[in-house]
Nanobody, 124 residues
Framework: QVQSIEPGGGLVQAGGSLRLSCAAS????????MGWFRQAPGKARSIVAS????????YYEDSVKGRFTISRDNAKNTVYLQMNSLGPEDTAVYYC?????????????????WGQGTQVTVSS
């Protein structure tokens, strides 16, 4: 199971930055590809970014390329999402996700475990 850890989401003004963290427990973290998804009110859950087992291979949704960075620290069983240049369109609940295997792109339907989610609100 994966879950959010501090620092989590919060309220930020447009142009600001946040870093999300997600910790895993009870499993071999390095055996899993990890990712971040988000879901805005009235919209479907969609991928933001994902990262392979070693942290070398990554995927970013087009709208966050150049603004967000996904990374992982296998020694700490933690995956991070650094979010810069935030805009109101980034407002959503953000979910950490895990899938056994070395996947650079984490399909929603392939997710094995979900975190509880953390709210990110970007004001204009």
């Amino acid at each position: 199971q994966v879950q959010s850890i501090e620092p989590g989401g919060g309220l930020v003004q447009a142009g600001g930055s946040l870093r999300l963290s997600c910790a895993a427990s009870g499993r071999a973290f390095s055996d899993y590809a990890m990712g971040w998804f988000r879901q805005a009110p009235g919209k479907a859950r969609s991928i933001v970014a994902s990262i392979g087992q070693s942290g070398i291979n990554t995927y970013y949704e087009d709208s966050v390329k150049g603004r967000f960075t996904i990374s992982r620290d296998n020694a700490k069983n933690t995956v991070y999402l650094q979010m810069n240049s935030l805009g109101p369109e980034d407002t959503a609940v953000y979910y950490c996700a895990a899938r056994q295997g070395d996947l650079a792109y984490l399909y929603l339907n392939l997710v094995d475990s979900w975190g509880q989610g953390t709210q990110v609100t970007v004001s204009s």
